[in-house]
């Protein structure tokens, strides 16, 4: 099992910057990805970035060029840091991570970390 833990949310105003962080804790050598997700009032849930085991990164196209994720692999941690942030970008966050348990694919969600951009 895989348990994870966002923080970093808030109120921000555009143009602003904010950082989310995601530890993970439990069965870490078995994670091969953890990314972000979003998903805006009344909307479905989106990636945002994803960082795989060997370090390849992937980004939705609205956020390229203003988002960045990384990772401290001593610290089990994978970050976003978000700038020039747009009222578009409300959303709650949600780290994710893909692992295996045993020969099974599965997936481990965080709670979700609201980040709320304003004029």
């Known amino acids: 099992q895989v348990q994870l833990a966002e923080s970093g949310g808030g109120l921000v105003q555009a143009g602003g910057s904010l950082r989310l962080s995601c530890e993970a804790s439990?069965?870490?050598?078995?994670?091969?990805?953890m990314g972000w997700y979003r998903q805006p009032p009344g909307q479905q849930r989106e990636l945002v970035a994803r960082?795989?085991?060997?370090?390849?990164?992937n980004y939705a196209d609205s956020v390229k060029g203003r988002f960045t994720i990384s990772r401290d692999n001593a610290k089990n941690t994978v970050y976003l840091q978000m700038n020039t942030l747009k009222p578009e970008d409300t959303a709650v966050y949600y780290c994710?991570?893909?692992?295996?348990?045993?020969?099974?694919?599965?997936?481990?969600w965080g709670q979700g970390t609201l980040v709320t951009v304003s004029l």
């Open positions: 439990g069965s870490i050598s078995s994670i091969t990805s």
């Open positions: 960082i795989t085991r060997g370090g390849t990164t």
């Open positions: 994710s991570a893909g692992y295996w348990d045993r020969l099974t694919p599965l997936d481990a």
